[in-house]
């Protein structure tokens, strides 16, 4: 596993960021968290890359804990926060140069500031001071920066905001390009952009992981109003399980744990378990998400 989060909380003051977390995130997974505003996706990120200590819980990255070994931690990730904070009097190169330096690279500083230079299409731009540059170009030094130490996970705090339509597709393709060698996990509050880019979508309001699914079922997620997640002691019959007044689709996830995406309102439960006796089964485990994801797509949207 490359990140694995458990029962992770934060709390500021009075106010709860983030409520018993947990997912794992295997190597070379392009994750995004998608959520509105205040959701936590800032928080939970920080905490990973080890700016920020959860309240409780734990966090690996490639095995070490974030609260024992933030050393080895943090050689292994980089990060592009939020905003993008940059020294605008800055060289590009100087700053990369710099930004090696934070990570001790010696005598391999210059090769990997070319290589990043290179990697991120900065060549044409790496003489100027990071103030002149355009909005997508200093995003490119962002992600040069965070990627100077090689670290095998990237993390990028909505690394297209406040961009424009050509440097957001710009940036979306270098993004791809990494996220072919690199586990990723990064924040939007835009579903295209997870399907542009992501191949997996952690839906994360107030705090808590609403629904975690491959990206090819984001519009599933989208049009449903609840997902029930059960196992049965053997493989089910989908198109049975689709038979079921309300049953939008029904994914199975792996084994016999299947996703059932509802449009209802009324509880799917008791018909699934009507379903799982006429046919001989038996359920090991159901579980309805508790928040309609329908007010979080439309917190989203507004
Ligand atoms: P997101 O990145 O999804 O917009 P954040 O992680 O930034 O969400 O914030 C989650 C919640 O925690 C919000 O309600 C926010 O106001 C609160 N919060 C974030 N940082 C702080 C802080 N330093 N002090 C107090 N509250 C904070
Ligand atoms: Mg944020």
Known sequence: MS????NITKVYGEQ???DDVSFNISDGEVVALLGPNGAGKSTMMKIIAC???PSGGTVTVCGYHTSTHPLQVKKRVGYLPENNPLYTDMYVKEYLQFAAGVYKLGRQTRSRVEEMIELTGLTGEYRKTIGKLSKGYRQRV???QALIHDPEVLILDEPTSGLDPNQLM???QLIREIGKKKTVILSTHIMQEVEAVCNRVMIISRGKIMADAPTGEIRLLNKARHIVRVEFDRPADI???KSIRGVIDVVNEQGCLYRVYAETN???RPEIFRFAVSNGMVILSLAQQEEKLEEIFRQMTS
């Open 3 to 6: 990140v694995t989060a458990a």
């Open 16 to 18: 709860k960021a983030l």
């Open 51 to 53: 700016f920020l200590p």
């Open 142 to 144: 962002g992600l040069a």
């Open 170 to 172: 710009e940036i979306r």
């Open 239 to 241: 198109l049975k399980l």
């Open 266 to 268: 009324t509880d799917l």
